[in-house]
């Protein structure tokens, strides 16, 4: 089994309300072959929300050296970690061993994440939920 990112599948849930729909992660999630998750969502963050970025990278605040903080300086930490914490329980029933996340996101990505300046910027880093998976024996791929 597989996990996916919901805003993958065309389900309006990224922080700006909409979706990023991949055709072939629809026709996993239609198969029966991967379950799709929203960490953010999963937290308790609505849709749509104020887009957040780390300060530094999802490794580091997982264990308290970072924060997510809000475009306008709010600080969802907590729901971040707590969605990441939701979405490994969902895997782990699942069986996943791979995930394919959104590229980018705080939340999701894997290889470059925003750099925490709202500038528009990258930064070599993971996503909350990417770290975790990662560090739980998820392979992980972002699209």
């Known amino acids: 089994m597989l996990i996916v990112s919901k805003c993958l599948t065309g389900e309006c849930c990224r922080y700006d309300g909409r979706s990023k729909p991949d055709p072939e ?13 929203c960490p953010e969502q999963l937290g308790g963050l609505p849709t749509p929300r104020v ?4 300060t530094t990278t999802g490794e580091h605040v997982l264990i308290g050296g970072g924060r997510a903080i809000t475009r306008d300086g709010r600080d969802v930490t907590r729901e971040f970690v707590a969605g990441a914490w939701a979405a490994l329980k969902i895997a782990k029933e699942a069986g996943a061993s791979r ?9 999701c990505g ?3 994440i925003y750099d925490g300046s709202f500038s528009g910027r990258l930064a070599e880093g993971r996503g909350v939920t990417a770290a ?3 560090k739980n024996g998820i392979e992980v791929e972002t699209r």
């Open 51 to 54: 887009p957040a970025e780390l």
């Open 110 to 112: 894997a290889g470059e």
């Open 25 to 37: 992660i629809c026709a996993l999630v239609e198969k029966g072959l991967a379950v799709a998750v």
């Open 132 to 134: 975790l998976f990662i």
């Open 99 to 107: 995930a394919i996340l959104k590229a980018k996101s705080p939340s």
